[in-house]
DNA sequence: ACCTGAACACCGTTCAAGT
DNA sequence: ACCTGAACACCGTTCAAGT
């Protein structure tokens, strides 16, 4: 069903792979509002011509997920005869937290930075925190959460739960739930394991 | 130093209500890119006047994010003298994922979704989802994983870590780290607790 | 068959004129 | 002091004309 097409002609491949590459570097340094005008002339063709091979702006960018996504499948598939399948799943995690997405997290966390710098967002963000960081200082002196884990380490763990369901919002709209009781429960005291990584002072840059 | 300004004139503070109406409903059922034009329309003002009152559409956004905040923030507050701490911030994570940025979160998935239904991407996604499958299966089947973990919820759980650091990444570019060894815990069978909601059967919608 | 750039519709932002 | 809508600059997309 999908691309039986026959070669492209050998300038029209060309300028294909220059505008994939034009797009991905534009975006990177850009954001998700990078012009075409400006992919185009990066690319050093006209700007129809960028129309001739991505209907639109949308199909460019996914042409760029699908190299990422290509990318990861060929990663996880190399780790299925690994000798120890639980370091094999950790270790894909690890690559695919890597590399994955680099470019595109940007484009979607963009919103998020837009208002980061707002000293309105700001003042009531850093009250919101500090109530967090009771919370979750009392739940530890109780004796429900691990020692090491932070105030700030809740506070960037928070929004993950319905980050992780969003895809499902419509068909399964509690799954949530489970990803929150999943994250919770490493958050417990049974069974923790030494972490990796300092917990970061604050949640936010500066 | 922020807002010591004297009282708006009377048509001027109604008109700011307005907007924040319009602007939430409008970015709510037409997504990020719903146009200046509409919400002044829906308003019914002018659209100068949307410029008198935010600066840019950024301070639109800034000031509807603000909103949120202050809704959590008070939650967060009236759960800090509850009797058991840990049942507080548990519930405190439930309210807030429940009402957190609804939507803001939709504006953000946008790019996400806009690629979800490309034949391209669909097809890669699903081979690297089956990869991930296997890991996943092979990771429990020698004990490494809980029983009631499943190839979705690992694929649904993936970008959880570098989402969540993704605002530190300059300050604490490993951060990450940390977020997927406390996730990566809680998939381990020590400590184990039944999860509230049954497993999704694809990661992604239809 | 593919490329090009002028032309079109649309949108964020500005500002002179009003009250 | 605030509101308005015409005007401007810019951007995604189209298409008639070229090779």
Redesign the pocket.
């Known amino acids: 069903m999908t691309t039986p097409t026959r070669p ?2 050998a ?6 792979e220059l505008l994939l590459a034009a797009a991905t570097a534009e975006f990177t340094e850009q954001g998700i ?8 002339r990066r690319a ?17 960018l996914a042409a760029i997920v699908s190299q990422q996504l290509e990318s990861l499948a060929t990663t996880a598939e190399g780790l299925l005869d690994a000798d120890d399948p639980g370091a094999a799943l950790l270790e894909f995690l690890t690559i695919s937290s890597e590399q994955q997405w680099e470019p595109i997290q940007d484009f979607l966390q963009s919103a998020i930075r837009a208002t980061l710098e707002d000293p309105q967002v700001s003042l009531v963000r850093e009250r919101m925190f500090q109530a967090v960081y009771d919370l979750t200082d009392r739940a530890r002196a109780h004796g429900h959460l691990r020692a090491d884990v932070t105030g700030p380490d809740v506070v960037m763990l928070m929004c993950a739960p319905t980050h992780v369901a969003a895809p499902l919002r419509e068909s399964a709209p509690d799954l949530w739930r489970r990803y929150l009781a999943l994250i919770f429960d490493g958050l417990r005291p049974e069974g923790a394991r030494p972490l990796p990584h300092p917990a970061p002072s604050n949640p936010m840059p500066t």
Chains 1, 2 share one sequence.
């Open positions: 492209l002609r300038d029209a491949a060309r300028n294909r509002d990078a012009s075409i005008a400006d992919i185009a050093g063709v006209g700007k129809g011509t960028v129309f001739r091979h991505f209907a639109t702006k949308e199909h460019l």
